[in-house]
């Protein structure tokens, strides 16, 4: 059997997650796209091998202030990967210490 082809556009048809809102973990504030002002960190951990993509978390701060709340909920989520854990590029021990500084932020 042969095929006989032509260079055609195809459109392929997918579904993927595609982000609707992004909220800042700090005061809960909610907005339609990543506002320039704002900061996006990831948490993630490598305990199981290639599956550790999948233990990527994203955190959000509109805020300097809000940054920390979000590091403290990211310390939190992480709490049982000590030994992997990196928050926003920071050995898990670190981003806790951070987490834990009582400085006033008067920016
Ligand atoms: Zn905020």
Redesign the pocket.
């Known amino acids: 059997m042969s095929r006989e082809t032509e260079y055609k556009e195809v459109m392929h048809k997918y579904m993927e997650d595609v982000i609707v809102s992004v909220i ?1 973990d ?2 809960g ?1 909610t907005e339609s796209i990543l506002p320039k002002t704002w900061y996006e960190f990831s948490g993630h951990h490598s305990e199981w091998g290639n599956d550790s993509i999948d233990s990527y978390v994203y955190f959000h ?3 300097p202030k ?1 940054y920390k709340d979000a590091l403290i909920k990211a310390v939190k989520e992480f709490k049982n990967y000590k030994r992997s854990g990196k928050i926003d590029g920071m050995p898990y021990a670190f981003a806790k210490g951070l987490s834990e500084l009582n400085g006033e932020y008067n920016g």
């Open positions: 800042c700090g005061c504030k701060a509109c805020s809000c």
